[in-house]
DNA sequence: GGGCGCTGTCATCTG
DNA sequence: CTCAGATGACAGCGC
């Protein structure tokens, strides 16, 4: 089941920089390096469950035992961070040359009768590949129909000047998918959708578009969507017809089109190239239509909630009975906004349900949590501790030293709590708190004082049948009392509550003080935990920064670059364009124009006139020197 | 046996 | 003042 969720968390973030390449905007660093990441409970409110949750209930395993930190199980845990990392490293060439070429290719339905079967995903596995070598690039390009996304690392950001062939190229696909979105248009336009979605979504993916326009080639078709093996095993897990998901990888795409572009380039020039372009160019390439075949087979959309949502983002717009062009016509804000929500933390509430059915053989959840919180299941802590030592409850109780004495000598103070300890079996705290993630708010916090005994009392008497656990040392304390409580129970009672305990029990105040710094030290237990996680997680996300701003710190500088050899090639062409055309000119004597001695000098209204170079050299020598003394004059 | 990381606990501060 | 939470510091434990 771990496997399941690391390979999950590896595919989803794949799939995220499919979606990003395609033009989906996913917001990955929010999830990982956000105060609240998938790998942490969301916020709940004041005693959220970010608050109370253990950190490391993460590492528990599916058997419920507990694992070291240093288990291997936990890698699920990190691999998302590593993911993260290494998709950000893409956008560094300076770091390693690594490239993904990862094909997504459509099947052009020859009678539209295939438009509706699901995509064979079987693939070849060099399809996904991080190779450094460059020509391995065209050789995919040259065997697929469809559109490839191929992220190259090593590849030039700037576009070469396209050739006459290439423009007309790049223009009638334009035409074309232009002539496409019309269509669309004009049907969404007779079905009285929202028209100011229309293009909302696509408008992401005009860069990759116009990337993809502006690049150099064209790969001839081919049939079949080809997947590395490991997303083949990722979908096939949840049985997800890929075909529905993205239904416009079928229909939607008549051209084949591949381009090459630097992830980084991709994400930091996604602006200037939308704004350089025309706003006519930026046509919807990719489109999410749900087709009529999409969820012909209702038992492909049964998949797990993660799927249906993410994988088939137009599924529920056939579900819903509405036409596909106005649900699925284009991807809207809900989409994304479904996707933004669809972190991993989530995960915890969806893989129980959606992995049931395929891992029927896994006797234990994987949620079961061991240790964490009040580390109620064991504590290493020898009685030997100071804290022990200076616990006022040992020495109220004579000096009793060890717990075991503690306990007896507790027990055997009889009266009503050795009545109410022999009606009450100890509860079998992993089952009771681990598994309930709410625990946060116990369930009757919010109920009044005597219902929520009532509550408490039922539920601790329903577990009969738990097993005897090893218990903390507070843990054993509260049972020495007699009390129909636990020590977990104690910490997250509301206050009132554990204020009403402390009177109903008639207690000794030795007994007050132990029970208020067991409430005491689980909370501050939590906080200790919280607080270390939130110390790792700002690590991680300053960590996450400096990355960040190290690849843009290479983007500008790669823009410098570039921008850099754009200007000189200017000048270079300009200079021999002045050399041409003061070659074809002659003085007052008929001899050719000396480019030496004259340029050309293009003004700003057009004009093009022939002005003696020595004269611009010492006129600016003239003018730097009237600068000069205009600056020595102003101190 | 020492280093290291994790964890629990205490003391203290803050809201 | 009480309570809850945050955090630094310390110590114990296991690897």
Redesign the pocket.
């Known amino acids: 089941m771990h496997h399941m969720k690391k390979y999950f968390t590896e595919g989803l973030i794949q799939f995220t920089i499919l979606l990003s390449l395609i033009g989906v905007r996913v917001d990955v660093d929010s999830y990982f390096s956000g105060y609240f990441s998938p790998l942490i409970e969301t916020d709940g409110g004041?005693?959220s469950a970010f608050?109370q949750t253990?950190?490391?209930h993460y590492?528990d395993t599916a058997a419920g035992h507990q694992v070291?930190?240093?288990c291997p199980e936990l890698d699920y845990f990190f691999t998302s961070r590593r993911l993260l990392n290494e998709v950000r490293a893409l956008g560094s060439p300076a770091r390693f040359p690594t490239r993904v070429s990862a094909w997504l290719v459509h099947l052009v339905p020859d009678d539209g009768s295939d438009a509706g079967e699901p995509l064979d995903l079987s693939g070849d596995p060099d399809d996904e590949e991080i190779d450094a070598d460059n020509h391995r690039e065209e050789d995919d390009h040259t065997t697929g129909e469809g559109f490839g996304l191929s992220v190259s690392q090593d590849c030039t950001v700037s576009r070469p000047s396209c050739a006459a062939g290439e423009l007309s190229k790049e223009e009638t696909l334009l035409n074309r998918v232009n002539e496409e979105e019309e269509v669309v248009k004009e049907e969404r336009g007779r079905e009285d959708t929202s028209p100011a979605s229309l293009n909302q979504l696509t408008q992401s993916s005009a860069l990759e578009q116009e990337d993809l326009l502006g690049s150099s080639s064209l790969p001839p078709p081919l049939s079949g969507l080809e997947l590395p093996p490991r997303w083949q095993d990722f979908l096939s897990e949840f049985d997800v017809n890929f075909s529905s998901c993205f239904p416009y990888l079928e229909a939607e795409l008549p051209n084949p089109i591949s381009y090459d572009v630097s992830l980084q380039d991709a994400m930091v020039s996604r602006g200037d190239s939308a704004n350089s372009r025309p706003a006519s160019s930026r046509t919807p390439l990719f489109r999410l239509e749900s087709t009529n075949s999409s969820h012909s087979d209702p038992s492909q959309s049964s998949a797990g909630a993660l799927p249906s949502s993410l994988f088939c983002l137009s599924g529920n717009s056939s579900r819903n009975n509405t036409s596909p062009s106005q649900m699925g016509g284009y991807l809207d804000e809900a989409v994304f906004e479904h996707i933004n929500m669809l972190d991993l933390g989530n995960l915890d509430t969806i893989d129980p349900q959606m992995l049931d059915g395929m891992e029927g053989d896994m006797d234990t959840p994987w949620l079961e949590d061991s240790?964490?919180?009040?580390?109620l299941e064991s504590?290493?802590?020898?009685p030997?501790?100071?804290?022990a030592s200076?616990?006022s409850f040992c020495d109220d109780e004579g000096g009793a030293t060890g717990y075991s004495s503690e306990v007896e000598s507790l027990s055997s103070k009889g009266g009503a709590c050795a009545a109410a300890y022999r009606d009450w079996s100890p509860v079998n705290l992993v089952e009771y708190i681990w598994h309930d993630h709410t625990y946060s708010t116990p369930q009757a916090q919010n109920s009044t004082s005597s219902s929520w005994f009532t509550a408490i009392k039922q539920e601790v008497m329903s577990e009969d049948e738990a097993e005897p656990e090893e218990m903390?040392?507070?843990e054993r304390r509260v049972q020495a009392l007699g009390l129909p409580f636990s020590a977990f129970q104690i910490v997250n009672m509301?206050?009132e509550n554990?204020?009403e305990l402390l009177d109903s029990q008639n207690l000794s105040g030795s007994e007050v003080m132990l029970l208020r710094?067991i409430?005491?030290?689980?909370?501050?237990?939590l906080?200790?935990?919280?607080?270390?996680k939130?110390?790792l997680d700002t690590i991680l996300t300053l960590q996450g920064e400096v990355e960040g701003l190290s690849v843009q710190r290479d983007a500008l500088l790669r823009q410098r670059s570039h921008t850099a050899k754009a200007l000189s090639a200017a000048a270079e062409r300009f200079e021999t364009l002045s050399r041409t055309v003061l070659g074809q000119l002659r003085d007052e004597y008929g001899h050719p124009l000396n480019a030496e001695h004259y340029t050309l000098h293009c003004s700003a209204n057009g004009r093009v006139m022939v002005q003696p170079r020595t004269n611009t050299a010492s006129r600016t020598m003239t003018g730097r020197k009237t600068m000069k003394r205009k600056k020595d004059k102003k101190p």
């Open positions: 004041p005693s608050i253990p950190f490391h590492r070291h930190p240093k240790d964490s919180g009040l580390s504590s290493s802590r020898s030997a501790s100071p804290s200076s616990d903390s040392r507070d509301p206050v554990f204020l710094d409430r005491r030290r689980g909370k501050n237990k906080a200790a935990q919280n607080c270390r939130r110390k």
